[in-house]
């Protein structure tokens, strides 16, 4: 009973707009992945919260408002690709919903056309094919939207950059779900200007839960 209450609404969304489709995965990044305590992060810094965003990402409402914030994303910025993805494992859920959403949305409201997705290995296999970049056929993509889950130091994210810029790879876009503003995005906007795309900061998360902190603590733990 508590599933069905959970994503009744899912219908509704599906037919919303850019407005409302950010704004409910605001609010369920807020309640599911936002987790206040002592951290610490990949980065080897101390955080006082913490973003479990594959809690989001991998939920069913999730995906779907993830896809469509996405989507609508890139198109507001007038973003067009051949496909969409980014490093192992932040990205393969959101890269993958994405993909989804892009079919549903061409075949069903005529909207753009599917966007295929790639995930992109730390490093190359040392087996079978060897292959870094998987996914995709290297040969008929040209441009690509490289995206991650959190930017702190954009060190997992560089890493997708660079190797699908060595494979020359036009990168039109880069997207993170949730910027922590912590140096990454110094970094990223210095090399790629208004190809930078956050769709949320940490800072606007935490605002939204301002007076409400116990709320974000009981619901995640």
Same mark, same amino acid.
Do not use: W
């Given at each position: 009973?508590?599933?069905?209450?959970?994503?009744?609404?899912?219908?509704?969304?599906?037919?919303?707009?850019?407005?409302?489709?950010?704004?409910?995965?605001?609010?369920?990044?807020?309640?599911?992945?936002?987790?206040?305590?002592?951290?610490?992060?990949?980065?080897?810094?101390?955080?006082?919260?913490?973003?479990?965003?594959?809690?989001?990402?991998?939920?069913?409402?999730?995906?779907?408002?993830?896809?469509?914030?996405? /989507?609508?994303?890139? +198109? #507001?910025?007038?973003? $067009?690709?051949? *496909? =969409?993805?980014?490093?192992?494992?932040?990205?393969?859920?959101?890269?993958?919903?994405?993909?989804?959403?892009?079919?549903?949305?061409?075949?069903?409201?005529?909207?753009?056309?599917?966007?295929?997705?790639?995930?992109?290995?730390?490093?190359?296999?040392?087996?079978?094919?060897?292959?870094?970049?998987?996914?995709?056929?290297?040969?008929?993509?040209?441009?690509?939207?490289?995206?991650?889950?959190?930017?702190?130091?954009?060190?997992?994210?560089?890493?997708? /950059?660079?190797?699908? +810029? #060595?494979?020359?790879? $036009?990168?039109? *876009? =880069?997207?993170?779900?949730?910027?922590?503003?912590?140096?990454?995005?110094?970094?990223?906007?210095?090399?790629?200007?208004?190809?930078?795309?956050?769709?949320?900061?940490?800072?606007?998360?935490?605002?939204?839960?301002?007076?409400?902190?116990?709320?974000?603590?009981?619901?995640?733990?």
């Amino acid at each position: 009973m508590k599933a069905e209450l959970e994503y009744d609404n899912v219908r509704l969304l599906l037919s919303e707009t850019l407005v409302r489709h950010k704004e409910e995965l605001k609010k369920l990044l807020v309640r599911k992945s936002l987790v206040k305590g002592n951290f610490v992060l990949s980065s080897g810094k101390e955080s006082d919260y913490y973003l479990d965003c594959k809690l989001t990402t991998l939920d069913p409402l999730g995906a779907v408002l993830t896809g469509y914030t996405v /989507l609508e994303l890139l +198109e #507001e910025n007038g973003i $067009e690709a051949d *496909a =969409i993805g980014g490093p192992i494992i932040g990205a393969v859920p959101i890269a993958s919903a994405v993909s989804a959403i892009s079919y549903l949305r061409a075949i069903n409201e005529g909207k753009g056309r599917p966007l295929p997705a790639f995930l992109v290995r730390m490093e190359r296999k040392a087996h079978g094919r060897q292959k870094q970049i998987e996914g995709i056929d290297l040969r008929s993509a040209q441009k690509v939207v490289v995206i991650d889950e959190v930017c702190t130091s954009g060190a997992s994210i560089e890493v997708a /950059l660079r190797a699908v +810029e #060595e494979r020359h790879l $036009e990168v039109v *876009a =880069i997207v993170n779900l949730v910027d922590r503003e912590e140096g990454g995005h110094i970094k990223l906007r210095a090399r790629y200007g208004n190809r930078y795309l956050p769709v949320f900061t940490a800072k606007e998360l935490l605002e939204s839960t301002a007076g409400e902190p116990s709320r974000v603590a009981k619901t995640i733990l």
